[in-house]
């Protein structure tokens, strides 16, 4: 799963800007919409984003023309660009970062609500009937990172069986938060109510840790997930025979990782892991999210084919020549069939297709996405010895229950691993949503963060496992 970090770069058009709060919309891939405002002073300003969780941020760069809107958060390397409608009231333009996002503001008159407070009912509110201890960590592997991260103590008398959180993919804190939802901080209130201790913790170069995110791999991030189990084995609260690692999405892979190179790993959770390489995984996850977005399927099968074939080059070790030659080509062919782009001249095609190379290059070459195109992770689960537990949503459109679950039963059970249980629960999400389609465009509308079924069967596994039940 990627989150999305917001810098702006905003305009504004009529007289009397000295103060002005605009409404935006940006529209994100696979149909979903990110809802934003911003408050514009002369030269600086704020924006709140809800679906981030994020509220009254500072703005850098800010630039108000009576034409043109620019401001920045610069640490999330995003920008808007906008033009302003003659009568000033509107905006139109687009958000830089890693790619161009259509984005369309509204100016709003005096009196006029910004952007709504999102209903989050499973958010856990206080008292709690545990302790959060604010604590660091080091990776000495990562250049001595220093990773910060919240550990929930059960009320009681410890040790306590703990679980360590590792997030989805792209930059995440320590409670997985997007799209106005904060899994890990439901899940963790949910197992600390019940005997389980949690550390969660941001990711390398989020938040409060230190070190850098970008360049780093799922191996990497293996790396800081044991250095995490390293740090729990000190605390007295914590037994440190009962340490396991939940995992969601990339630290679904994650896990398994950590489990083969350390056998102080009491037990896994996989939440939506996988059980095919990426360079199988992303075009089966493109087309259904296409087909569930309104792509005519022939169209979406083609698209599918054609980012396979890249990843197929990966896999092979073709060159980083090699794989933008073939980018380029895959592009051309989509731009000569597209609606808006089907009559255009040759050269002015060739000019689209080098701008996608540009924009696709960085990531398909980097290091973490050439990890995950290539690594199978029944590698991993293969070394696996301790207790599994692998849940999926029936509705998952980005890690497909059917062909993932399978895979990793058949991996874990054919190794001889007695202790496997496989789930997948009827109606929900990647997120572990109850949903209508399952399509990522669902769920920042959804109230639900995570499935109350979901959570007491994992719950319960747990316990069982680590002796509480």
């Known amino acids: 799963m990627i989150a999305l970090a917001l810098a702006l770069v905003l305009s504004s058009a009529t007289a009397g800007l000295e103060h002005a709060v605009w409404l935006g919309i940006v529209e994100l891939p696979g149909g979903t919409n990110l809802e934003f405002s911003v408050e514009l002073e002369k030269d600086s300003g704020t924006i709140s984003i809800p679906m981030q969780n994020a509220k009254d941020l500072p703005l850098s760069d800010v630039s108000v023309t009576d034409k043109a809107l620019k401001f920045s958060i610069r640490s999330a390397g995003a920008v808007w660009e906008m033009v302003v409608s003659d009568d000033g009231k509107s905006a139109t333009g687009v958000l830089k970062q890693g790619g161009e996002f259509k984005t369309t503001m509204k100016r709003l008159a005096a009196g006029e609500t910004a952007v709504k407070e999102l209903k989050r009912p499973q958010e856990p509110k206080p008292p709690f009937p545990y302790a959060s201890v604010e604590v660091t960590f080091e990776n000495q592997a990562a250049g001595g990172a220093t990773l910060a991260g919240t550990l929930c103590v059960p009320s009681g008398n410890g040790p306590f069986p703990c679980v360590v959180m590792v997030t989805g993919s792209g930059p995440q804190n320590r409670d997985e938060a997007l799209l106005g939802h904060r899994p890990f901080l439901v899940i963790a209130d949910h197992l600390a109510r019940h005997g389980i201790a949690v550390l969660r913790y941001d990711d390398r170069g989020v938040g409060a840790s230190t070190g850098s995110f970008s360049g780093a791999t799922s191996d990497d991030f293996a790396e800081d997930a044991l250095a995490a189990l390293e740090f729990l084995k000190s605390r007295k609260e914590v037994d440190a025979k009962r340490i396991g690692i939940v995992g969601h999405s990339e630290g679904g892979v994650i896990a398994p990782i950590c489990a083969a190179r350390s056998k102080d790993v009491a037990f896994i959770v996989l939440l939506a892991g996988t059980g095919m390489r990426g360079a199988e995984l992303l075009p089966l996850q493109t087309k259904l999210i296409s087909m569930a977005a309104g792509v005519p399927a022939a169209e979406a099968e083609l698209q599918a084919k ?48 080098d701008a996608v190379v540009a924009e696709q290059a960085a990531m ?74 399952g399509s990522p465009s669902e769920y920042a509308e959804i109230e639900e963060t995570f499935s109350p079924v979901a959570l007491e069967a994992v719950t319960s596994w747990i316990r069982k496992r680590t002796g509480l039940d």
Do not use: Y
């Not at 074939?309 to 080509?329: N, Q, T």
């Open 306 to 353: 054609e980012s396979a074939e890249v990843f197929a080059m990966m896999v092979a070790g073709k060159s980083d020549a090699e794989l933008k030659e073939a980018i380029r080509a895959a592009a051309m062919r989509q731009l000569k069939v597209d609606p808006e782009t089907k009559d255009a001249g040759e050269e002015e095609l060739g000019k689209k297709a």
């Open 364 to 437: 398909v070459l980097s290091p973490w996405f050439k990890l995950f195109i290539v690594m199978d992770p029944r590698e991993n689960l293969e070394k696996v010895v301790c207790p599994v537990l692998a849940v999926n949503g029936e509705k998952d459109l980005q890690v497909p229950p059917k062909e993932n679950l399978s895979r990793i039963e058949k991996t874990l059970k054919d190794v001889g691993n007695k202790d496997v249980t496989i789930i997948e629960f009827p109606g929900l999400n990647h997120l572990f949503q109850a949903c209508k389609t």
